[in-house]
């Protein structure tokens, strides 16, 4: 990584109140280049507190667009960090309109021009496209990062149809306890406590809200912008990894955008491809961003619209490991999507009728969900799985390149009325290791749509497709592709009543496609090497991560107990520790999910999560704490969720709620 110390421009910061129009404002942070006239403004809009959580990230890039000429702007939504107002659900009509609101006051201001671009990792990369398709007129182009285009079948909630376990409650839990922080009373002053009680008075678990909507209805289409893609008439620039769950939108949003938009999917987890998190390898995306919004907000001819439409990694194989620094691979270029490059080409399975049932523990060697970039977040071997799943074998004789989004077809008998099916695609080396490539899911009830709930008729025999996610992978000649298909994947997904009764795989009818690309068509068009520039940032901001001498507890533990059958899984996603600001603010989080389950029953099923936070600023005497506990059960007919929170200012409790909710199980 290299540290950038010298700019075009010279820059200023300033910490900022932005009004919106019912009074309400919202804290914002600005970075500008010193010029004579006005410039384009850059905007990223998110919950995270730009005064602590973000601040270190935000340094790294914020500073650097400034350097190069734009004004870029960090704002809190409504009701988080220091920002006005009450909380509310994610991606609300409210936050939506307050975005809109805020390009518009960006525009007016006269060191902007009028132009605005809108970025972001996530959260941001998700309200960056939904405000996108409200079109407000000076929003001139979007880079949109580890975002998605469908938030129902391609976020933290569900998959394929299914419950998402491992995120879904993870995630809740996750929110409650930031949006039960307080302001800081060096941003707000005295207000900080009433601002601060009147948000905990309006907190509700989101876990009730996502639960409450099991199959793809009015709720999930809000935000989503692959409702209406035409209503984009930003240039995108869109941003993905393999190892980051929602790379499948970049895929989608090339298909689909009618204007500008250009894809980029490196091997990359959930960060932002220039932090060197692993897998690498890290890439200048503060340069290649930057060819971006000089093409679109200050009109220069930067090459980028010469580059091809999508520019992937494709990695070469690799033994199975939890972490890899960087991932062997290159870069191929493609003009369009589907690609001219890519044919389906089908593997049918083979063999008698088998059947699947595996224990509810299949999937405990998933890895996480959303990795991050540490040690234990991806799939160790997966013989273990294999053992517990039905597995199909296909030689391959010669280089077999895979990119895009494989499907299965499988025909199926299942004895109930409700079940999962999981299918997962690994390359097997010659010493039989297992590594797992990709995977995908099928709620049996949703097999006629996501949107509606179509029980199998117990004993029925019937085909169903569906996708899983894309990938781009090359398997070497002498290793072997192997589909793995089980009924269980815990904790990922949420198991149905009746589920460890499985089902029966037919192989005559069934089948594996794979997207295979031609090698010959490496780089796309012109076909030019496809090259980065090497990651460059800002100087940081400075934080101290103070060391301890406690023993750190590993980031996922799997404890079996033999005698009563039972299963857990221990995970610390490892957020941040213990952080001192160059500011004098003290920042301490603590978290903890823990999945356990009985290997014979899928009622067993059980989710908890804890939260511990305390900020703190020992010049103001101000010390304040959040803790939350979160468990997420279930009976054949419902789920259980129970939430509390405690709030302290000092040895005060200022805030203590309990909520107990029993939910149908409609779908889920």
């Known amino acids: 990584m290299q540290i950038r110390t010298s700019f075009p421009y010279e820059t200023t910061r300033e910490d900022i109140r932005i009004p919106l129009p019912d009074g309400t404002t919202l804290c914002a942070r600005v970075w500008r280049p010193v010029t004579d006239g006005p410039v384009p403004a850059l905007l990223e809009y998110l919950p995270y507190r730009l005064t602590d959580w973000t601040a270190p990230r935000d340094w790294q890039r914020h500073p650097w667009y400034a350097g190069h000429g734009y004004a870029s702007v960090r704002v809190d939504i409504r009701g988080h960090g220091n920002s006005e107002g009450l909380p509310g659900d994610e991606y609300s009509a409210t936050e939506l309109a307050d975005g809109v609101a805020v390009v518009d006051w960006l525009a007016a201001q006269?060191?902007?021009?009028?132009?605005?671009?809108?970025?972001?990792i996530s959260w941001g990369g998700f309200n960056s496209l939904q405000i996108a398709a409200l079109a407000p007129e000076p929003l001139k182009a979007v880079v949109t990062v580890c975002s998605t285009d469908d938030r129902y079948d391609n976020d933290v909630h569900y998959m394929g149809g299914s419950v998402l376990a491992v995120d879904m409650h993870a995630w809740a839990s996750t929110m409650?306890?930031?949006?039960?922080?307080?302001?800081?009373?060096?941003?707000?002053?005295?207000?900080?406590?009433?601002?601060?009680?009147?948000?905990?008075?309006?907190?509700?678990?989101?876990?009730?809200?996502?639960?409450?909507?099991?199959?793809?209805?009015?709720y999930w289409r809000h935000g989503s912008v692959c409702e209406?893609?035409?209503?984009?008439?930003?240039?995108?620039?869109?941003?993905?990894?393999?190892?980051?769950?929602?790379?499948?939108?970049?895929?989608?949003?090339?298909?689909?955008?009618?204007?500008?938009?250009?894809?980029?999917?490196?091997?990359?987890?959930?960060?932002?491809?220039?932090?060197?998190?692993?897998?690498?390898?890290?890439?200048g995306f503060l340069q290649e961003t930057l060819r971006w919004w000089d093409q679109h907000l200050k009109g220069k001819d930067t090459g980028i619209m010469t580059e091809p439409r999508l520019r992937s990694y494709v990695t070469a194989a690799h033994p199975p490991a939890t972490v890899y620094a960087e991932l062997p691979g290159r870069w191929v270029g493609d003009p369009s999507w589907p690609s001219p490059h890519v044919a389906s080409v089908p593997y049918a399975l083979g063999g008698a009728p088998v059947i699947v049932r595996s224990p509810q523990h299949t999937g405990l060697d998933a890895g996480r969900f959303f990795p991050f970039g540490n040690d234990a977040d991806l799939p160790p071997d997966q013989r273990d799985e294999d053992a517990k799943s039905a597995c199909f074998e296909f030689?391959?004789?010669?280089?077999?390149?895979?990119?895009?989004?494989?499907?299965?077809?499988?025909?199926?008998?299942?004895?109930?009325?409700?079940?999962?099916?999981?299918?997962?695609?690994?390359?097997?080396?010659?010493?039989?290791?297992?590594?797992?490539?990709?995977?995908?899911?099928?709620?049996?009830?949703?097999?006629?749509?996501?949107?509606?709930?179509?029980?199998?008729?117990?004993?029925?025999?019937?085909?169903?497709?569906?996708?899983?996610?894309?990938?781009?992978?090359?398997?070497?000649?002498?290793?072997?592709?192997?589909?793995?298909?089980s009924s269980a994947y815990w904790p990922w997904i949420w198991p149905q009543?009746?589920?460890?009764?499985?089902?029966?795989?037919?192989?005559?009818?069934?089948?594996?496609?794979?997207?295979?690309?031609?090698?010959?068509?490496?780089?796309?068009?012109?076909?030019?090497?496809?090259?980065?520039?090497?990651?460059?940032?800002?100087?940081?901001?400075?934080?101290?991560?103070?060391?301890?001498?406690?023993?750190?507890?590993?980031?996922?533990?799997?404890?079996?107990?033999?005698?009563?059958?039972?299963?857990?899984?221990?995970?610390?996603?490892?957020?941040?520790?213990?952080?001192?600001y160059p500011d004098g603010l003290e920042f301490t989080e603590d978290a903890l999910e823990t999945y356990t389950i009985d290997a014979a029953d899928p009622l067993s099923a059980r989710a908890d999560a804890t939260w511990s936070i305390r900020l703190h600023r020992p010049d103001l005497a101000w010390d304040t704490s959040v803790h939350t506990t979160s468990s997420l059960t279930c009976d054949a007919t419902h789920f259980v969720t129970v939430d509390e929170v405690v709030c302290r200012a000092g040895d005060e409790v200022v805030f203590h709620r309990t909520w107990r909710k029993r939910i149908p199980r409609t779908a889920g």
Request: proline content about 11%; some cysteine.
């Open 395 to 485: 030689e391959v004789p010669d280089d077999v390149w895979v990119l895009g989004r494989p499907r299965v077809r499988l025909r199926l008998t299942c004895p109930v009325e409700r079940g999962q099916v999981v299918a997962r695609l690994c390359d097997v080396a010659p010493d039989g290791a297992s590594t797992l490539v990709t995977r995908g899911v099928l709620n049996l009830s949703a097999r006629h749509g996501r949107d509606r709930v179509s029980h199998w008729p117990p004993g029925a025999t019937e085909t169903v497709e569906f996708d899983l996610n894309g990938i781009g992978y090359a398997f070497p000649a002498g290793h072997r592709i192997r589909l793995a298909v």
């Open 110 to 120: 006269p060191w902007c021009d009028g132009s605005v671009g809108m970025f972001g």
């Open 497 to 580: 009543p009746g589920s460890d009764q499985g089902f029966t795989l037919h192989p005559e009818g069934s089948a594996l496609e794979l997207p295979v690309r031609a090698r010959e068509s490496s780089y796309g068009a012109g076909e030019h090497p496809i090259t980065f520039e090497p990651p460059e940032q800002a100087p940081p901001l400075g934080v101290v991560s103070p060391g301890t001498l406690d023993e750190q507890r590993p980031e996922r533990l799997v404890v079996r107990d033999v005698a009563q059958g039972t299963w857990r899984l221990q995970v610390d996603p490892r957020y941040g520790g213990t952080r001192i």
């Open 228 to 283: 209406d893609y035409a209503a984009i008439k930003a240039p995108v620039l869109a941003v993905g990894g393999w190892h980051d769950p929602y790379r499948d939108t970049v895929l989608r949003l090339i298909e689909h955008l009618p204007g500008p938009v250009r894809g980029l999917i490196g091997p990359w987890s959930h960060q932002y491809p220039d932090r060197g998190l692993p897998p690498g390898p890290a890439i």
């Open 176 to 218: 409650l306890a930031f949006v039960s922080r307080p302001p800081d009373p060096v941003y707000v002053g005295d207000a900080w406590r009433e601002l601060w009680a009147r948000r905990l008075a309006a907190v509700d678990p989101f876990v009730h809200t996502w639960l409450g909507h099991q199959t793809r209805d009015a």
